[in-house]
């Protein structure tokens, strides 16, 4: 038997190629996949691209360093977290069987990712309709670029600068340099979340409480989120 030369070598090299989605492996540690999780994810793709569909525990810890019990518990966790899923299969013969599919990662990994931009981009059209709704007019050109460049170049978030607008109401200063400051501000005082700009503004009324021991009662307006920031320094 002839030895395999160098381009048969090379081309049993370039069949021996599995693909793997590039954004499993850049995305998987924010579904919170462990390594040894993900090697079991690997190792059951590849065995669906050899024609082994419902490999048993023992199998997949053949081709891995821990043993078939470890691999086990780690495919029931994949199955209760909705990163696997085992469906019923029938052959020409009508025989049952069962194989194991990744579709509820894969769904994770891309539907979850489109999801998130088409909302994203859907908070961003009602930007543009609360403003005009609360400056009782159609924005200018320049205005619309304005708050483009809060969300792309700023990378300001939707609910954030809504909450900045809403200030900017109560304040009965509605212009947009003045919500302008208020964004700078809160991004120099590390506000990035409305959520932190509500616990800002409680410890804030809580110092002014404190300090106020005078006796009159003042006109009431809600404090719990919006407060003039730029009175805070």
Not at 203 to 213: E, G
């Amino acid at each position: 038997m002839s030895e395999l030369t160098q381009e048969d070598q090379y081309q049993n090299f370039l069949m021996d190629q599995i693909t793997i989605p590039s954004k499993l492996l850049s995305d998987y540690h924010k579904h919170n996949i462990a390594e040894k999780e993900m090697i079991v994810i690997l190792q059951i793709h590849r065995f669906s691209l050899l024609g082994v569909y419902f490999p048993t525990p023992d199998e997949i810890a053949a081709t891995v360093s821990f043993d078939g019990q470890e691999c086990s518990t780690i495919l029931r966790k994949l199955l209760q977290r909705n990163m696997l899923k085992i469906i019923e299969t029938n052959d020409e013969q009508s025989m049952v069987g069962e194989r194991y599919s990744l579709e509820p990662l894969w769904v994770k990994l891309y539907q979850d990712s489109t999801d998130k931009q088409e909302q994203s981009s859907n908070e961003s059209m009602n930007i543009f309709l609360l403003f005009e709704q609360e400056f009782g007019r159609t924005l200018s050109p320049f205005e619309i670029e304005n708050i483009n460049m809060w969300i792309d170049e700023e990378e300001q978030e939707p609910a954030l600068i809504k909450a900045a607008l809403r200030e900017a109401v109560l304040m009965s200063k509605l212009n947009f340099k003045y919500i302008d400051r208020i964004l700078r501000e809160w991004k120099r005082k590390g506000i990035r979340s409305v959520g932190q700009a509500r616990e800002h503004s409680k410890a804030f009324h809580d110092r002014q409480s404190q300090q106020s021991n005078r006796g009159q009662t003042e006109q009431k307006r809600d404090h719990s989120i919006y407060y003039n920031w730029l009175e805070d320094e």
